[in-house]
């Protein structure tokens, strides 16, 4: 596992609608390995490895959970609100990143536990209640930070037993499994368009944008799904278990996935020895949704997804092992995937 370049797409900023860092890393890590390279109006990135076969897209998207500054108070703290799905717990202390004029680090804070009254400590924390401090004095912060001012959080990549872990794995571990299945040369047996995929935090939106233009008879999406395989969480609560291998998913809330399909890659996976899981998760959604509902045709769809503790924190987990199982299984797709049969 390449750890120097999955910290390179970790560390890369990418709030939503502001994916510009990520996709530059992205364009000198894949230029000269692809046949097609090129950049959407909606800002997603379009690697192509043209081929005989069917259209298949993959999709893996670059934007990562953030922040956006909504007013400057007259002490100098910076309020916001989110983009994407936030715990605020998970907030409180946690360093970022602030992209204004220059780029500033700064802490989240909120009222200290020396001086919240009973009822204040037994509250879960509000995103309103939160804000950030750049150590600097209002009319500098009001200088440096106008309103719409993009934040992400500030956490590095960490090796931790058989796992690494780091803020916005979801998505850039993905990401890095696509990196890595395009870099290693494969011979692919259909038309493919791997699709690197703006504003899925807040929507779906650059997966849509993205799929209408291709027109795939095949959308296989990467992205992590929930390992809550952890204390407290009931056996038939469970969705996937770190280090059993790669999830191929089944359904979640926005999608049935294609039983054909899904069937392909498991028996793909088989026959490569290649760790999977079959993913049945009862909420939440991917990029996975938005290319199946193409006007006029339809795609048949599933998902390569990274079992993932502790989804949208800084401290989201992933087992190497699945990390490396995910690039496999990507790799023998894009070998393979011309073989399957629409009957």
């Known amino acids: 596992m390449n750890t120097e370049l999955l910290k390179k797409i970790v560390t890369a900023p990418g709030a939503p609608g502001h994916e510009q860092p990520i996709r530059e890393l992205l364009i000198d890590l894949l230029t000269g390995h692809v046949d097609e390279l090129n950049t959407d109006r909606m800002g997603n990135l379009i690697a192509r490895k043209k081929g005989s ?8 998207h670059i934007d990562e959970i953030s922040l956006i500054a909504t007013r400057v108070d007259s002490n100098g703290f910076i309020r916001f609100s989110t983009l994407g799905g936030f715990d605020p717990e998970t907030l409180i202390s946690q360093r970022v990143l ?53 934040i992400t959080r500030d956490r590095s990549l960490m090796k931790m037993g058989d796992c690494i872990t780091a803020k916005s ?15 290693n040369n494969p011979k692919p047996n259909a038309d493919i368009y791997a699709v690197f995929t703006v504003q899925e935090e807040v929507g779906l939106r650059g997966a849509r944008v993205a799929a209408q233009a291709i027109q795939p008879d095949i959308g296989i999406a990467l992205d992590v799904t929930l390992a809550n395989d952890l204390p407290g969480v009931s056996d038939h609560e469970k969705c996937t278990t770190l280090g059993e291998g790669i999830g191929i998913k089944v359904m979640d809330s926005s999608i049935i996935c294609t039983p054909a399909l899904v069937a392909f890659l498991e028996e793909l996976a088989e026959s490569k020895s290649i760790p999977h899981q079959r993913e049945v998760l009862t909420a939440g959604g991917t990029d996975t949704s938005a290319m199946q509902y193409l006007m006029g045709i339809g795609s048949h769809v599933t998902s390569i997804s990274c079992p993932t503790r502790y ?7 992933c087992a190497v092992s699945d990390v490396e199982a995910g690039i496999a299984l990507t790799v023998a797709c894009f070998e393979s995937i011309g073989k399957y049969s629409f009957e």
């Open 53 to 60: 076969g069917p259209k298949v897209m993959f999709a893996a």
């Open 98 to 150: 602030v992209h204004g004029k220059e780029t500033l680090p700064g802490v989240i804070g909120n009222k200290p536990i020396h001086i919240q009254t009973d009822a204040e400590k037994k509250q879960k924390s509000k995103t309103k209640d939160l804000y950030i401090d750049i150590g600097l004095k209002a009319e500098k912060v009001k200088e440096l930070v106008p309103n719409g001012t993009v």
């Open 169 to 183: 794995l979801d998505n850039r571990i993905s990401v890095y499994i696509l990196v890595e299945a395009l870099l």
């Open 311 to 317: 989804i949208h924190s800084t401290v989201e987990t």
